[in-house]
């Protein structure tokens, strides 16, 4: 079945440290990768996007993510957070190109500490 | 712009009740979807639509209906509350472009309880 994973619901850091938020997904042909982020109390935002191309992606706000399609992965990554990173993380396939097949993951707490 | 907008932001429901989430959005977006966020799940797609007049159903569409008359609009409609459906609720729109470009636009959600 296809199925998108993030093993750490949490993720507590200090502020000005770098930071890896992990996503894994179930093996497809196609596939596009998605992170999504949820500021307290709004909807969700597109960080970045993984369509094609370059495995690696850079998105707002000084995020990245790799594409690793060995090992079905696309770790979110930042070299040092701020304070105002805090929010809920979300990774998202889409198998085959069709977002009505949008896959989210359960989502990881991003808690930076000062 | 305002983007996607919902109504109401919070309501409390007696079980039994009914009521409709309202979801709108000013882009012209033909794709419109609604999601429902429960704590350690992630989004579930409830139903969405490719277009006025066209409708389906997601991943967890028991116990709601959705209409699609104008592409603008894409209620929600509870009829029957229960406390499993107390949730989040989302609604999402993007363009229907080629290439698979998924970008959603979210509203800011509607936190419902069904006490």
């Known amino acids: 079945a296809q199925s998108v994973t993030q093993l750490d619901s949490q993720v507590p850091v200090f502020e000005e440290a770098p930071v890896e938020l992990r996503c894994n997904y179930s093996?497809?042909?196609?596939?596009?990768l998605f992170w999504y982020v949820q500021y307290p109390n709004q909807g969700l935002q597109l960080l970045l996007k993984?369509?094609?191309?370059?495995?690696l992606v850079k998105g707002i706000n000084g995020f990245e993510a790799e594409f690793n399609k060995s090992q079905t992965s696309f770790h979110l990554r930042k070299p040092s957070v701020h304070i105002s990173d805090t929010a809920e993380y979300f990774c998202?396939?889409?198998?085959?190109?069709?977002?009505?097949?949008?896959?989210f993951g359960t989502g990881t707490l991003l808690a930076v500490q000062p | 712009n305002a983007g996607v907008t919902q109504t109401p932001k919070f309501r409390i429901l007696k079980i039994g009740q009914s009521m409709t989430l309202q979801c709108t959005q000013d882009?012209?977006?033909?794709?419109m979807y609604w999601y429902r966020q429960d704590p350690g799940m992630g989004l579930k797609l409830i139903y969405y639509?490719?277009?006025?007049?066209?409708?389906d159903k997601g991943e967890v569409p028991n116990g709601y209906n959705v209409s699609r008359s104008t592409t603008e609009d894409f209620p929600l409609r509870l009829e029957l509350a229960a406390p499993s459906q107390t949730s989040v609720y989302f609604c999402?729109?993007?363009?229907?472009?080629?290439?698979?470009?998924?970008?959603?636009?979210f509203g800011s959600g509607t936190q419902l309880s069904v006490l």
């Open positions: 999402a729109s993007r363009e229907s472009l080629t290439g698979g470009d998924e970008k959603l636009f």
């Open positions: 093996s497809s042909v196609s596939v596009y």
């Open positions: 993984y369509l094609s191309g370059s495995t």
């Open positions: 998202a396939v889409s198998y085959g190109g069709a977002t009505n097949k949008l896959i």
């Open positions: 882009m012209n977006h033909n794709y």
């Open positions: 639509s490719v277009g006025a007049g066209i409708t």
